[in-house]
């Protein structure tokens, strides 16, 4: 079965400090991979997506992805997190042509220390 | 254009009471999707419709579930005799047809079954 795997469900870093959110998928076909970011009692938010063009993908807030084919991950960086990227954040896969329809990781909480 | 909406926010209802909830998604998105997410989880795929066609079904969605998009605009879900682990966020996200187009997401309904 395809399935979307979240390394670590609680993450915590200091301030400034780099974040590094790992996600790795079952598929070795190259699907749609998409992070999503969501924050108490809210709906999600698109952080970035990759779509078959670059493998390193830039989105908001200062959040960056790399696919990597041979490893079938799809990894999220910052390289300073600030207090408020404290949230959940979701790595999503859509295996179909229709990207609206996804398999999600179990999530990972950041938390940001002062 | 607010972005996709559900209401109600928050939804307690006593077990074996039906439910109903509705998604209004962004106008031009002619894709609709219903998501479930329990606590500690990412959202699982429940169904989705393009335009008034309901085109897929997760086998999460039980007898006792069914989604509806009558004009093609906005969509209900509702849930008969409703048990205790029916309790979750419902999300609804919306997207345009086309390769690949992404998934906004509501705010979601929350559901206690007491």
């Known amino acids: 079965a395809q399935s979307v795997t979240q390394l670590g469900s609680h993450v915590s870093v200091s301030e400034g400090a780099l974040v590094l959110l790992r996600c790795n998928y079952s598929?070795?076909?190259?699907?749609?991979l998409f992070w999503y970011v969501q924050y108490p009692n809210q709906g999600l938010q698109l952080l970035l997506k990759y779509t078959s063009a670059a493998t390193l993908v830039k989105g908001i807030n200062g959040f960056e992805a790399e696919f990597k084919k041979s490893e079938t991950s799809f990894h999220l960086t910052k390289p300073s997190a600030h207090m408020s990227d404290a949230a959940e954040y979701f790595c999503a896969v859509s295996w179909s042509t229709n990207a609206g329809k996804s398999t999600f990781g179990d999530g990972t909480t950041l938390t940001v220390k002062p | 254009d607010t972005g996709v909406s559900q209401n109600p926010r928050h939804k307690i209802t006593k077990r074996g009471q039906n439910v109903t909830f509705r998604c209004d998604p962004i106008?031009?998105?002619?894709?609709l999707y219903w998501y479930r997410q329990t606590l500690g989880q990412g959202p699982e795929f429940l169904t989705y419709?393009?335009?008034?066609?309901?085109?897929?079904k997760s086998r999460l969605l039980s007898d006792r579930f069914s989604a509806e998009r009558p004009k093609g605009s906005f969509s209900t879900l509702e849930i008969q005799r409703t048990e205790q682990g029916d309790s979750a966020m419902y999300l609804c996200?919306?997207?345009?047809?086309?390769?690949?187009?992404?998934?906004?997401f509501g705010q979601g309904t929350r559901l206690t079954v007491v």
């Open positions: 106008s031009e998105h002619n894709r």
């Open positions: 419709f393009q335009n008034e066609a309901q085109l897929e």
């Open positions: 598929s070795s076909v190259p699907p749609y």
């Open positions: 996200a919306s997207s345009r047809a086309g390769t690949p187009s992404e998934a906004f």
